[in-house]
C-alpha cells in the first residue's frame, strides 16, 4: 500500500511538473506576441491619412466628371430639343389665292408634322393663318381662321388630338414679305405653326 501511495505521488508531481511547464511556455510566448506587436507609428498614420485624403479626391474627381457628363448631356438634350421645336416652327403651309385647301405637295409636310407631335405628347400647337394684303381687313381675318382650321382639320384627322391645337388668324396684319407683286404675296399667305408647352 505504501507503494501505491508512492507510485500515486510520484505521479501526481509528474502531472503538476507537465502542467507547470505547459502554463510557463504559453505565458512566455504570449508575452512574445504581446512585445512583437507595435504600436502604429506617426509615420504609419500620416500615410494611412494620406491614403485615405487620395481616396477621397479621387471619389470627388470622379463625381465632379460624372456631375460634368450629366450637365453636358442635359445641354445636349436641350440642344437638340430647341432644334426640333426651331425645325418645326419654320416650315410654313402655303396657299393659292383666295383659297384655304391643303395642297397635296404640303400632305407629306404635315404628316410629318403629325407624327412628330403625336411621338411627343406634352407638346400643344396654335396654328397662325396669314393672308396677303389684297382684300379687306375682315375677309382676310376670316381667310386666314379658315386656313389655320384647315390645317387643323387635317392634322386630327392624321391622329392628333384636337385638344392639343388651337387656331388663330393675323389676316394681312403679320407679312413676312413687303412687296406688290405675286413672289411677295404668295409668300404671305401661309399658316404658321407654334409650339406650346
Known amino acids: 500500500m505504501a507503494r501505491k501511495l508512492m507510485t500515486s505521488g510520484v505521479v501526481l508531481v509528474l502531472v503538476l511538473a507537465v502542467t507547470f511547464l505547459v502554463g510557463a511556455c504559453s505565458q512566455r510566448k504570449s508575452r512574445v506576441d504581446s512585445s512583437d506587436v507595435k504600436a502604429p507609428s506617426a509615420m504609419d498614420k500620416l500615410s494611412a491619412e494620406e491614403e485615405e485624403a487620395r481616396r477621397r479626391a479621387e471619389a470627388e474627381r ?87 382650321s384647315s390645317v387643323m382639320d387635317y392634322l386630327v384627322t392624321l391622329g392628333v388630338p384636337a385638344k392639343r391645337m388651337s387656331t388663330i388668324s393675323y389676316g394681312e396684319e403679320r407679312p413676312v414679305f413687303r412687296g406688290q407683286d405675286e413672289s411677295a404675296w404668295a409668300r404671305n399667305r401661309r399658316a404658321e405653326f407654334r409650339l406650346l408647352k
Open 62 to 148: 470622379r463625381a465632379q466628371a460624372e456631375r460634368q457628363a450629366q450637365s453636358e448631356g442635359a445641354t445636349q438634350r436641350s440642344q437638340k430639343v430647341m432644334d426640333e421645336v426651331q425645325a418645326f416652327e419654320s416650315e410654313p403651309v402655303y396657299f393659292d389665292f383666295d383659297r384655304s385647301e391643303i395642297r397635296p405637295e404640303y400632305r407629306p409636310l404635315l404628316e410629318n408634322k403629325a407624327a412628330w407631335l403625336k411621338a411627343r405628347p406634352e407638346h400643344r400647337i396654335r396654328i397662325e393663318g396669314h393672308c396677303d394684303e389684297r382684300g379687306t381687313a375682315e375677309y382676310n381675318l376670316a381667310l386666314g381662321e379658315k386656313r389655320a
